[in-house]
């Protein structure tokens, strides 16, 4: 848009941009054009924009061979993009963007996310597409210069802080151009930055307990002048030898970590749990009766007939409990899931497995479980028999975190749905145990 289509703009609409809402609107088509180039659109991509104003990235967003998502705050700018985009594949939503339910953008394509974000709320917003329940694999947003600086900072310098750290652990962020802040309208007091964010391939990412790591970088960057010895007392015991393995002074401070040091020292004083090889696992035969106990790794490498458990939950809206499998399973790593699963352990039964599988996932206790169907062993189950289970469950729940991405409950017909257009964002296996599930949709 140019500067005098969106004076005509406001005009037309008798207001005038809102300072509260960050509302500075861009109005160089060329840079316009590059933000939009940065996103690396798709045929197919679903894209989410974040406060689209009066539309001047939208307008380079359109196109026929995509769906987007526009979440504009200002009820007049909403509904002046409801008329200026009526297309079936735009949908305006007028909400804020924090409050915005990522679970409805499963299932509509790869998700993108552009905007030049109102700077305000530009950090929660950050936090919320970077969640574990966003779908996003990229996101291009305009930030306040300072806050693009800091996400893009190298150890040492003023910039780099906990965000930085925690940011780039699962996302690869890099600064696409500076913006000047003469290109807005009003113009800011500030500069601005074009940064991209993509998700890291699993590979990249070291297995650890999240919440923890995040909790470690935070504590550590708390007070950035204290030594990080007297900022975690609790690693003071092993402090020489912690420091020795990472090779820096006893006298480091969190600013002089790198983000692969932050991790070992995560590590360091929380070894992952790596899933054990030498779990006992009874081998069935084909009516499930049982022949002996192996170890698990031999079981799986030898393809021999084993029992596992599925478990679906729902809540009382008749959500269905779905579980993002973390990224370092040994198998459909990253994928959606039963709400809980696992392997029946030697010794143990069906019944006994779910319960104790529920409280290991997901932290909970088994509530009254019924048993929905069986599976036969064949190569999609992994030569498994599997006994498939609903019950009911209101939460809270407090997944494992090297185990359970994340968890969130979903309407049960836009899983059908979702299934249906998406099949590969789903455990084989979990496909598998849906069929046992009546679809609301069904006549
Ligand atoms: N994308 C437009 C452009 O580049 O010209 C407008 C950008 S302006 C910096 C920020 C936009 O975000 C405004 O339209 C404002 O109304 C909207 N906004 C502010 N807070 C918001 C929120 N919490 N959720 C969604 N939109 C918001």
């Known amino acids: ?27 160089d088509q060329n840079l316009a ?25 939208t307008a380079h967003l359109a196109r026929p061979d995509v769906r987007l998502t526009l979440v504009e705050k200002d009820g007049r700018l909403a509904a002046y993009l409801s008329e200026k985009f009526a297309t079936p594949d735009i949908r305006v939503v007028h909400a804020d963007a924090l409050d915005l339910d990522l679970r409805e953008l499963w299932g509509r394509g790869p998700v993108k ?21 966003s779908p996003a694999s990229r996101l291009v947003l305009t930030l306040q210069l300072e806050l693009a600086l800091r996400l893009n900072a190298a150890p040492r310098t003023k910039a780099y802080g906990a965000m930085t750290v925690c940011v780039n652990r ?4 890099s600064l696409l151009r500076r913006l000047p802040a003469s290109v807005f309208f009003p113009v800011p007091k500030v500069d601005s930055a074009v940064v991209a964010l ?50 820096v002074p006893e006298t480091v401070r969190a600013e002089e970590l790198a983000l692969a040091q932050w991790e070992f020292l995560a590590r360091l004083r929380r070894p992952a749990l790596a899933q054990s090889g030498a779990e006992m696992f009874d081998v069935v035969d ?50 959606w899931d039963a709400s809980a699963a696992g392997h029946v352990d030697s010794g143990e039964d069906y019944p006994e497995a779910a319960a104790r599988e529920l409280r290991e996932e997901l932290g909970v206790a088994c509530p009254p ?75």
């Open 1 to 27: 848009m140019t500067l005098s289509e969106i004076r005509r703009s406001l005009e037309r609409l008798g207001t005038e941009p809102t300072r509260s809402l960050g509302q500075n609107f861009l109005h």
């Open 33 to 57: 054009r590059a933000i939009v180039a940065g996103l690396d659109i798709r045929p197919g991509d679903h894209i989410v924009e974040i406060g689209p104003g009066l539309g001047a990235l």
């Open 113 to 133: 996310v552009v905007g030049n974000l109102p700077y305000y709320v530009s950090t929660p917003l950050i936090a919320k597409f970077t969640s574990a329940l």
């Open 170 to 173: 699962r996302w690869r962020t």
């Open 198 to 247: 993509d998700r890291r391939p699993t590979a990249d990412v070291c297995p650890l307990d999240e919440p923890d790591f995040d909790s470690l970088v935070r504590r550590g960057f708390s007070e950035r002048r204290k030594q990080l010895r007297n900022l975690l007392p609790e690693l003071k015991p092993t402090w020489p030898q912690l420091v020795t393995a990472l090779s």
């Open 286 to 335: 084909a009516s499930d009766r049982v022949l002996r106990a192996e170890p698990r790794d031999f079981v799986h490498v030898n393809n021999l007939r084993h029992r596992a458990v599925h478990m679906i939950l729902s809540n009382r809206a008749g959500e269905i409990l779905l579980q993002k499998r973390s990224i370092w399973k040994d198998r459909n790593p990253g994928l």
């Open 369 to 443: 479980l019924v048993r929905i169907g069986k599976l036969t062993p064949c190569e999609q189950t992994g030569h498994e028999f599997i006994e498939v289970y609903t019950g009911s469950h209101e939460g809270p729940f407090f997944p494992a975190p090297l185990e359970v991405e994340t968890v969130a409950f979903f309407p049960a017909q836009q899983v059908f749905e979702w299934v249906a257009s998406s099949p590969s964002d789903f455990s084989p296996v979990f496909l598998l145990c849906l069929g046992l599930l009546k679809n609301p949709a069904a006549p």
